[in-house]
Antibody
Framework: QVQLQQSGPGLVKPSETLSLTCSVSGAPISSSRYYWGWIRQSPGQGLEYIGSLFYNGDIYYNPSLRGRATISIDASKNEFTLNLKSVTAADTAIYFC????????????????WGQGTRVTVSS | IVLTQSPDSLAVSLGETATMTCRSSQNVLYSYNNNNYLAWYQQRPGQPPRLLFYWASTREAGVPDRFSGSGSGTHFTLTISNLQPEDVAVYYCHQFYDTPHTFGRGTKLEIK
């Protein structure tokens, strides 16, 4: 049974970088069958797809993040990381990591399972 | 692709049927494989979303058959029959037809 466990700070100062890690157990992150991604949820924006990556390095980011997001993978630790730079109060949200099946080249499917979520507040 | 869910909230009596809809601004039916690239999730307070349906109507393992998903193209419906207390949640639709993936704003289901 695949489980995703998130870690990272719950408070980040404005203009700094938000960094979250998602540790995967029960499945190899270097699988050709899945994408690994980040989704956030805020009262104002609802559920917002941030981006995702494939084990071979293919990455897609939501253009709404204007180039501020970076997702990386550490196959040796079976985990992947989100870095979001230059954060503002608008980045305050619950952040989720999740897995999606690979339906084809550059085609991700539905998100399942999800991590437990990390509530991140951007405030000085 | 914009997903519009309605109603925003819904109150239904125990044992009755709850129906909610999701409309897509674009067709999410891929004619090559005749699959609708749409999923439904349930989110209870304090929990992450839980997958209910993919391909619009394929029930995820462990989801009670009181739940059903239907629709095609741009109009989709989630129906919950014989409503139970544990069904209180927010329900979201999600399209994976195009990037970036998008989600509806959700329908909040309560017990009347």
């Amino acid at each position: 049974q695949v489980q995703l466990q998130q870690s990272g700070p719950g408070l980040v100062k404005p203009s700094e970088t938000l960094s979250l890690t998602c540790s995967v157990s029960g499945a190899p992150i270097s699988s050709s069958r899945y994408y690994w991604g980040w989704i956030r949820q805020s009262p104002g924006q609802g559920l917002e797809y941030i981006g995702s990556l494939f084990y071979n390095g293919d990455i897609y980011y939501n253009p709404s993040l204007r180039g501020r997001a970076t997702i990386s993978i550490d196959a040796s630790k079976n985990e992947f990381t989100l870095n979001l730079k230059s954060v503002t109060a608008a980045d305050t949200a619950i952040y989720f990591c999740a897995r999606a099946g690979r339906l084809g080249d550059y085609v991700e499917g539905w998100w399942d399972p999800w991590g437990q979520g990390t509530r991140v507040t951007v405030s000085s | 692709i914009v997903l519009t869910q309605s109603p925003d909230s819904l109150a239904v009596s125990l044992g009755e049927t709850a129906t909610m809809t999701c409309r897509s601004s674009q067709n999410v039916l891929y004619s090559y494989n005749n699959n609708n690239y749409l999923a439904w999730y349930q989110q209870r307070p304090g929990q992450p979303p839980r997958l209910l349906f993919y391909w619009a109507s394929t029930r995820e393992a462990g989801v009670p058959d009181r739940f059903s998903g239907s629709g095609s193209g741009t109009h989709f419906t989630l129906t919950i029959s014989n409503l139970q207390p544990e069904d209180v949640a927010v329900y979201y639709c999600h399209q994976f037809y195009d990037t970036p993936h998008t989600f509806g704003r959700g329908t909040k289901l309560e017990i009347k």
